[in-house]
């Protein structure tokens, strides 16, 4: 009886978490809206992780292309060499922290100046503030990116598909000079053009150079950048996990042997 | 209290201490011995477990508070070095959040527990009105925390809930103005305002430990309600908390955290909004203000009403009705499982609760503000109108003789014989 | 106990199977001592340095423009590191000091063993005799040693002299007058050439 109450009550409850879920998906299903199909990412499953091929060919990406207009403020030259991320070797790490210039400063003359970049940097970024990158980009701002995987409803699932929806506009839309038409952005109407094109970025691990596998690569990259910490996350959860579940058959056990004297005082009274 | 003590120290450092401040006395009667009656389900678990939750939100917050920079430019940017740099930070941060979420989670069922077994009627008015006086200063510490983040979200909700004051204008030319402009520190929400709110963040939470002691006090004063609403009659109704019910509260907070556990390890950002991830900008709205899923009910009842002032009077209303919900329920029988008519209404209300939560996540027009505005009309109806008429009218179910009697059945009512004597048996225990 | 009272706690009762609950509550106990130990470690860890204050741990420094007879003093993990271009006056004074009249006979030098005895060539730069580079912290309680600029007081061993309370450092940083107990310390740190230094 009581246990029927319970499970009435536990779906009532549950149905109240489904509401952020719906609100997307409703988004996604009625057509008018922007279109996300769910992929297949290494890191969703709950003992998933990151794939460090994919994560150092993403920062080749970003690196390549997105880096001329869009800043990474949250990451250093170190995150690259982390354990559960893109983790380029410390060598790796220092050549490519030092092919970039980096503003420190003042010097004893009171100046700025520009020097090769160390693992302890932060990305640097194209441009001085914000002011300068929509001057450089027709007013438009192009976002950070480092949290852009958790910034934005549908996560990996959305970059991925923002990538990858540059189309022809169809016809009757009204779309505004200067814009670009895509199906994953909010208003179908975007500012950045397609950055995206077969082969412009080079792969050397014999991975083919497409725009689905650099959307695929980079979307993975940006989830790390976002969650950097998902691989040990998933980690400790699955310890804490089986740590509870095993402590609960224990507390359940316990909690029975202690309530058994009080049973039988009952049923030897009541015989 | 109503029961005598029968502490009795045995070590020389417990006749000591006794004699000048008695706190092992106070542990040992009202925390291991205190009666309590036999037949707590558990839906009794989650006192023990608000208490688990308050220490765990307080812990994590203090050691947050070692890194978080409260200030309009630091904020965020501090927030986003404890996930990546801090030691343990992404887990410190994910549980302090989560945990807020579990808060509620457990602070609404065990709120819907005191109204379904009437644990609110005399003579424990006063304890529930604490547990609401609790609830509100939940709702303001969750608000204010949330708000630290200083991500779009958090900019814009304060902006939003801040502002309704300005509905004061309505009734007194400028004194809204006034208000909101005292409240931000500023003409706008800035840095002044996250200061402030940091500073209450950090106090609120123990002025809740205060009242929770209040809350506690009031309850053992008259001792436990139990699911029949009857009496304890004799101490057979009862038995220790300790070793009984220690246990079962341990065994429910392990079983709850194991759901905290599932959620901030696999799924954290299940519960919270993207747009919390942006750095708030004054000068950008986000087109869907939601805020977080535990205020979702009292969104809804405030975006119902047409009128801004009395939506702001709705949704505050939502609230106060609480505090007087022992003197509307005319019924004499506490526990709604033996209330046939009532119950349908209860659960009709529990409904509506749910239902009002998602309503406060969408947008406000078409079916979705016809439905928002039907359960708020019910929301209402149920404390001023059903709470009232339901009690007078309503004939019913018999209720037990004792506590006793309902865990045993009618074998109970026959007096106690002692136990048999076993082979072994020994004079009592040590 | 007086009149255990069975009808009110039941666990006053004589016992079915003692051992077989106790070693069910030992176990729910010691699950419970693990699960407070393991919620309580991250709560104390979390104050240890974070990771961005452990990537600040080197620095490059041009000494280049350091004349001899001059020091320069630079920031590194937080505390002031002391780089003196000796002359040849100041490391023959050095050199000549008796190990056995120091206060302090160990060389406090992070790049060498921590027995290495105090020589002059165990505080100065390996091959690089000319630089000293030292943690620029009094040994006693923690003041910033005087002799760093030319107008200095430098004391009667021509290194650096402390205010607080009167310590006397020697041209290689070795205490010489107490109350400092210990020469100041070397930091780990490399010459990538003859006017690169790297620290840390």
New interface residues.
């Given amino acids: 009886m ?1 246990m029927h109450r ?1 499970l009435m ?1 536990a779906g ?2 549950t ?3 489904a ?5 997307v998906a409703e988004e996604a299903a009625n057509g008018h809206g922007p279109v996300i199909e769910a992929q297949e990412w290494s890191f969703a499953p ?1 003992f998933g992780g990151f794939k460090q091929g994919q994560l150092q060919r993403g920062y080749r990406v970003y690196k390549d292309i997105c880096a001329s207009c869009h800043s990474m403020r ?1 990451l ?1 030259f ?2 690259l060499a982390e354990v559960g991320g893109p983790h380029f070797s410390p060598a790796a790490v220092e050549m490519l922290a030092s092919q970039v210039q980096v503003t420190d400063g003042p010097d004893a003359k009171g100046e700025m100046f520009q020097r090769p970049g ?3 940097d932060r990305f640097p970024s194209r441009f001085a503030n914000d002011e300068a990158a929509r001057a450089a980009n027709n007013g438009a701002l192009p ?1 950070d990116l ?2 852009m995987a ?4 549908g996560g990996a699932d959305y970059l991925y598909a923002l990538l990858t929806g540059y189309q022809q506009a169809p016809a009757g839309f009204d779309l505004t000079q200067g814009m670009q038409y895509n199906t994953a952005f ?1 208003g179908h109407q975007i500012a950045m053009p397609n950055p995206l094109v077969d082969g412009i970025v080079p792969y050397t691990d014999g991975t083919e150079p497409t725009v689905d596998n650099y959307a695929k690569d980079v979307s993975a990259f940006l989830m790390w950048s ?1 969650e ?2 998902l691989e ?3 980690k ?3 310890r ?2 089986i ?6 058959f ?6 029975r ?6 049973h ?3 049923h ?3 015989a | 209290m109503a029961h005598p003590s029968t502490y009795k120290p045995t070590s020389g450092f417990g006749k000591w201490i006794d004699t000048r401040l008695p706190f092992p006395r106070v542990v040992h009667d009202q925390f291991m011995v205190f009666p309590t009656p036999r037949n707590l389900n558990y839906w009794w678990t989650f006192g023990g477990i608000l208490t688990f939750m308050l220490v765990l939100q307080m812990m994590t917050g203090i050691v947050l508070a070692m890194h978080y920079v409260p200030s309009a430019d630091g904020a965020f940017d501090s927030v986003e070095k404890i996930m990546r740099d801090v030691n343990w930070g992404w887990l410190l941060r994910y549980a302090h959040a989560v945990g807020a979420s579990m808060f509620f989670v457990a602070v609404f069922i065990h709120t819907f527990r005191g109204l379904y077994y009437g644990s609110y009627k005399a003579p424990r008015e006063v304890l529930w009105i604490l547990g609401v006086l609790i609830l509100l200063l939940m709702i303001a510490t969750a608000f204010m925390g949330y708000s630290l983040v200083w991500g779009q979200m958090s900019f814009w909700a304060v902006t939003v809930i801040t502002n309704l004051f300005s509905s004061l204008d309505s009734l007194i030319p400028g004194l809204g103005t006034t208000l909101v402009e005292w409240i931000w520190g500023g003409f706008a929400v800035g840095g002044p305002t996250l200061n402030r709110l940091y500073s209450l963040h950090y106090l609120l939470p123990f002025v809740i430990a205060g009242v929770v002691i209040l809350h506690i006090w009031a309850l053992h004063v008259p001792g436990n309600n139990n699911p029949t609403g009857v009496d304890v009659k004799t101490e057979r109704d009862t038995i220790p908390f300790h070793p009984y019910y220690s246990i079962k509260d341990g065994f429910a907070i392990v079983l709850f955290l194991i759901v905290f556990a599932a959620l901030l390890f696999y799924v954290p950002n299940y519960l919270s909004h993207p747009d919390n991830y942006i750095p708030a900008n004054p000068l950008q709205t986000p087109p869907h203000i939601v805020p977080e899923w535990y205020f979702l009910p009292f969104y809804a009842i405030l975006r119902a009403i047409p009128s801004k002032l009395f939506g702001v009077i709705g949704m505050l209303g939502a609230i106060a009705v609480l505090f007087i919900v022992p003197w509307l329920d005319t019924s004499r029988i506490r526990s709604t499982s033996y209330r046939p008519i009532y119950k349908w209404f209860f659960w009709l209300f529990v409904i509506t609760c749910i239902a009002l939560g998602y309503l406060g996540a969408q947008a406000p027009d078409g079916w979705y503000l016809f439905f928002g505005r039907a359960f708020t009309i019910y929301y209402f109806a149920f404390f001023l109108l059903i709470m009232p008429i339901v009690g007078l009218i309503e004939r019913p179910k018999k209720l037990p003789g004792s506590i006793t009697q309902s865990v045993l059945g009618s074998q109970a009512s026959k007096p106690p014989s002692p136990p048999p004597p076993g082979p072994d048996d020994r004079e009592g225990l040590a | 106990m007086a009149n255990p009272d069975t009808t009110t706690d039941p666990s006053l009762l004589p016992d079915d199977d003692p051992s077989r609950r106790d070693v069910i509550l030992i176990a729910a106990g010691a699950f419970a001592t693990i699960g407070g130990a393991a919620m309580l470690w991250p709560l104390l860890d979390q104050m240890n340095p974070d990771a961005s204050t452990l990537s600040m741990a080197s620095i490059d420094v041009d000494v280049g423009p350091v004349e001899e007879g001059q020091a320069i003093t630079v920031m590194w993990r937080g505390k002031p590191i002391f780089i003196r271009h000796r002359t040849a006056k100041e490391i023959e004074e050095a050199k000549d000091v008796k190990l056995d009249v120091l206060i302090d006979p160990f060389a406090r030098n992070a790049n060498l063993p921590e027995d290495a005895p105090a020589t002059d060539a165990n505080r100065a730069a390996t091959d690089l005799e000319p630089w000293l580079v030292m943690i620029g912290i009094c040994t006693h309680l923690g003041c910033i040693p005087k002799g760093q600029a030319v107008g200095d007081y430098k004391g009667d061993y021509g290194g650096w002299f402390c205010p607080c309370h009167g310590s006397q450092y020697d041209t290689s940083g070795r205490v010489r007058v107490g109350p400092a107990p210990q020469n100041m310390y070397i930091p780990p740190y490399t010459f990538a050439s003859d006017t690169q230094l790297k620290i840390g």
């Avoid at chain 1, 509401?19 to 609100?23: F, I, S, T």
């Avoid at chain 1, 958790?150 to 409803?153: E, L, S």
């Avoid at chain 1, 740590?243 to 609960?248: D, G, H, M, R, T």
């Avoid at chain 1, 224990?250 to 909690?255: E, G």
């Fill in positions: 009581a319970f009550a009532l409850l149905s109240a978490f509401v952020p879920g719906m609100a709950p949250f250093s170190r995150n160390r693992p302890s976002p480092s949290l958790k910034a934005r409803a909010a976002a950097p910490t040990e996350r998933h400790v959860g699955a804490v996990m740590f509870l579940f095993v402590f609960a224990i507390m359940f056990l316990a909690k042997a202690v309530w058994e004297r009080l039988r005082r009952d030897s009274h009541t």
